[in-house]
């Protein structure tokens, strides 16, 4: 059942042993829980799960685990890998931090949105994780964007070219898949470069480490987003190349 935001979340979770939130960033994540008069906590029951799926800061879902923990239910992070294709055929994957008896309690609901959930530690693993997942992905595809623009200035058979990048052992699968996209031009919403650019934020704020690469990757998507393309799918970076043909 897909309930209204944020009406419906308090009575949502009073009739629920586990309740699962997937939402689009910290915000959102914080109103659905935490809203004063309908918020989830409210209706949460001592012995229920809590179980917060987004992608969001290791911060705010350590945090969040505190305020469901002082209701007596207990507390995942369990953010998933995958898109719509994944989702469609049951098969995402759960990046899970918390109490592993917890994890097992909740595994058989898990099981039904996805193929697999890997236990990776407390509280704020799983968040961590998922940025990182994320950020390897868009670093990968922000540099597929830029090599194929240094290809297309090539005098060859472009897509003889193609066809090897695409088979050689240095394209790991996801730069392939993101490949395949850009050739067919095919931009349809599976990772909006808005929720990029969020995550690539996210990864950065979590650390006091350099990042260079993903700093690089966050100012690419940062100026796809600029130029109207947010909307669009990851892969639609490429455009900012093509523009410059």
Not at 99 to 109: E, I, N, P, Q
Not at 140 to 168: C, P, T
Request: proline fraction near 4%; aromatic fraction near 4%.
């Amino acid at each position: 059942m897909i309930w209204r935001l944020p009406v419906r979340c308090r009575e949502a979770a009073e009739s629920a042993g586990v309740v699962i939130a997937m939402v689009r960033d910290d915000e959102a994540s914080r109103t659905i829980w935490c809203n004063e008069q309908h918020g989830a906590l409210r209706g949460l029951g001592a012995g229920a799960i809590a179980i917060e799926c987004s992608t969001l800061t290791p911060g705010w879902v350590r945090e969040l685990a505190e305020q469901v923990q002082k209701t007596g239910a207990a507390f995942l992070d369990a953010p998933v890998v995958g898109s719509r294709p994944q989702a469609d055929a049951g098969q995402l994957i759960h990046l899970v931090g918390g109490d592993a008896g917890d994890l097992d309690r909740a595994k058989s609901v898990l099981s039904a949105i996805g193929g697999a959930s890997h236990h990776v530690g407390p509280v704020g693993a799983g968040a961590a994780l998922k940025l990182a997942v994320n950020a390897l992905f868009a670093i990968q595809v922000a540099a597929v964007a830029e090599l194929l623009a240094l290809l297309r200035g090539i005098d060859g058979n472009q897509a003889a070219m193609m066809e090897a990048l695409a088979s050689l052992p240095v394209t790991s699968p996801a730069a392939k898949g993101a490949l395949a996209l850009i050739q067919a031009k095919s931009d349809a919403p599976l990772f909006p470069i808005d929720l990029v650019e969020k995550d690539l934020a996210y990864a950065l704020a979590q650390t006091k480490a350099a990042l260079p690469m993903t700093k690089a990757a966050l100012q690419c998507f940062g100026r796809a987003k600029a130029e109207g393309l947010g909307a669009l799918n990851i892969t639609a970076i490429a455009r900012l190349y093509q523009a410059q043909a």
